[in-house]
């Protein structure tokens, strides 16, 4: 079975795509490809950033690999956090912190529309690849999970849904998510 190289530190990601891409192709982590050190994430777009972390393990290992950057773009907020979704509330911050810091900003505002997007760069034998998913949806007012999710994931709803992504089992939101849907982009390409 072909193997790629998913360059991220996060678990829960890794979670997903492994999910989302059984029996298709093997994903291997960064510290499986004996790869560690921050990735950096300059870029000013998310596909610029999905493009950076991928060579970043491309250059390093010349072996076929994939990125991603996902960013919560809020309508009344100008459409931020956007590429500065993971860090919002600070470099070292928390999930919590950005929760927070984004309830904060939307105290009061009853526009409360927001969509998720995903860009995967997908580099294979060298050849550059991008992937986009994209989910509409809603902030809530206050966090709802049952343990599931992560990220902002207690306080989207998706359009359509009664529960936040947190509220959804994995199998679910993977189908409607936005990198449930840029994953599935990839899947039918390496298929």
Request: hydrophobic share 40%; with cysteine.
């Amino acid at each position: 079975m072909k193997k790629l190289i998913f360059a991220t530190n996060n678990k829960h990601k890794v979670e997903e795509v492994r999910a989302a891409l059984d029996g298709i192709v093997e994903i291997v982590t960064l510290a499986e490809a004996g790869l560690s050190g921050e990735i950096p994430e300059t870029a000013d777009t998310l596909q610029g950033n999905a493009l950076q972390k991928a060579q970043w393990v491309w250059e390093r290992t010349h072996t076929d690999c994939f990125a991603d950057d996902t960013g919560l773009e809020v309508d009344a907020l100008g459409g931020a956090p956007g590429v500065y979704s993971a860090r919002y509330a600070g470099e070292h911050c928390s999930f919590d912190d950005n929760i927070n810091k984004l309830l904060a900003a939307l105290d009061g505002q009853s526009n409360r529309k927001a969509d998720f997007r995903t860009v995967i760069c997908l580099i294979e034998g060298g050849e550059t690849h991008y992937f986009e998913g994209r989910v509409d949806g809603q902030i809530l007012t206050e966090r709802h999970s049952n343990g599931e999710g992560f990220g902002y994931d207690p306080i989207f709803m998706p359009d359509r849904f009664a529960v936040s992504f947190a509220e959804m089992p994995l199998n679910v939101k993977n189908t409607i998510s936005h990198r449930g849907l840029a994953v599935k982009k990839l899947a039918e390409y390496l298929k």
